[in-house]
């Protein structure tokens, strides 16, 4: 198969995207890929002498990219702005008819996403939420695991992701603190606890791609600035005839921005053995698997552990999955497909069910902050 590069446009020159860049730019040879290569053409950003020193930094000055001081002159494939931001950026980009790979959470409301995924049909583009940590080897290496059946049927999953902030240091229009910018913890944080549960319950083969039957929460807004400091939420998978699933499981999740994360990060409790993940659980390099005696639950008869190394950071395995999509004409990923996002989105949600975390814990954005609403239900 003939070498196919993708072109990449960036919006934004903040650190996630000093990140992807530096990554994008690693020899995708060094990761066993030899079927697709990342080149980055156009920076935008507040004013063009902000994106050409962007370019030389991270870029390694490359003369071929070019610098603007708008979002409109670069539109085409990675957006990564504030989250109040994303579904007006992503919107102008889709409309363009330009693939688009948005940084998560990748809107602030299940409505928004429902308008873009819309939008990216209509004009034939690619569309994903820039959940990477789906995309890496030891995240791959997990779900295969767990589909395997080795360890049974998994039964409670575990999962936290933390950040001591110092928010009592912070400005308030820092981006944790502002609810202008969709701050707090659960959009911010709250993705990563989530990502582990997707792949290890809503995933599994027994469950038939089955919503959660309950969702519980609850909820610390810090005095501040009333956004959410630390929050906890509880997602039961229950059978389900109408869809086939089988699975009866619960995730207790947690994130926070007042304290670190604990280590390790997550743990997927089967019938068979469990699954403990390191941190950090947005990019985890190292994973063991406790196998217990047959016919003694809980006793356990062995251990393996699983380390990976590879160069750059993580974030160029979702930009492979990207450029294969772009490639072969899809539209979405099915690793990390639209009803993943939506599955996210409402479930961080306020703005239809009562259950949902945002509304449990009487999180509101401020008016206008939300560009696409549905009506709440009485």
């Not at 810090?222 to 929050?231: A, E, H, Q, S, Y």
């Not at 994130?255 to 950090?280: L, W, Y």
């Not at 949902?356 to 009487?362: E, I, P």
Request: proline residues 6%; contains cysteine.
């Amino acid at each position: 198969m003939a070498l196919f590069t993708l072109r990449w446009g960036i919006i934004s020159t903040g650190w996630i995207a000093e990140q992807v860049v530096s990554d994008l730019l690693v020899n995708p040879t060094t990761r066993g890929t030899n079927d697709v290569v990342h080149k980055v053409t156009a920076v935008g950003s507040r004013s063009a002498e902000k994106a050409q020193k962007f370019i030389n930094k991270f870029v390694n000055g490359d003369k071929t990219v070019k610098a603007y001081g708008t979002y409109d002159e670069v539109y085409a494939d990675k957006v990564r702005t504030p989250h109040t931001y994303h579904y007006t950026n992503a919107l102008d980009a889709l409309k363009a008819k330009k693939h688009v790979l948005c940084e998560k959470p990748v809107t602030c409301n299940a409505s928004e996403l429902r308008s873009l995924i819309a939008t990216a049909k209509e004009n034939g583009v690619f569309f994903m939420e820039a959940l990477w940590t789906r995309f890496q080897p030891l995240t791959r290496e997990v779900k295969e695991l767990i589909d395997s059946g080795t360890l049974g049927l998994p039964v409670v999953v575990h999962a936290d992701f933390s950040v001591d902030f110092g928010i009592d240091k912070l400005p308030l229009t820092h981006r944790m603190l502002d609810p202008k910018l969709g701050g707090g913890a659960i959009l911010d944080l709250g993705p990563y606890p989530l990502v582990w549960t997707i792949l290890a319950l809503y995933e599994h083969p027994a469950n038939k791609s089955t919503k959660p039957s309950n969702i519980a929460s609850t909820m610390y807004k810090t005095p501040i600035t009333g956004v959410d400091c630390n929050t906890s939420y509880i997602l039961t998978f229950s059978p389900k005839p109408s869809t086939g699933s089988t699975l009866a499981a619960q995730a207790i999740l947690s994130c926070s921005m007042n304290v670190a994360s604990p280590n390790p990060g997550v743990t997927i409790r089967f019938e068979k053995g469990t699954i403990i993940i390191d941190a950090p659980i947005y990019c985890p390099l190292r994973y063991t698997v406790q196998y217990f005696q047959e016919g003694k639950p809980g006793k356990i008869a062995r251990e393996d552990t699983r380390t990976f190394e590879y160069v750059g950071s993580g974030w160029h395995f979702q930009a492979d999955e990207v450029a294969r999509c772009v490639r072969d004409g899809k539209l979405e990923s099915e690793l990390w497909s639209h009803d993943k996002s939506l599955l996210e989105m409402e479930i961080f949600d306020e703005a239809s069910l009562h259950d949902w975390v945002r509304y449990q814990g009487g999180y509101k954005f401020p008016d206008g902050i939300e560009k696409v609403l549905l009506p709440m239900h009485g």
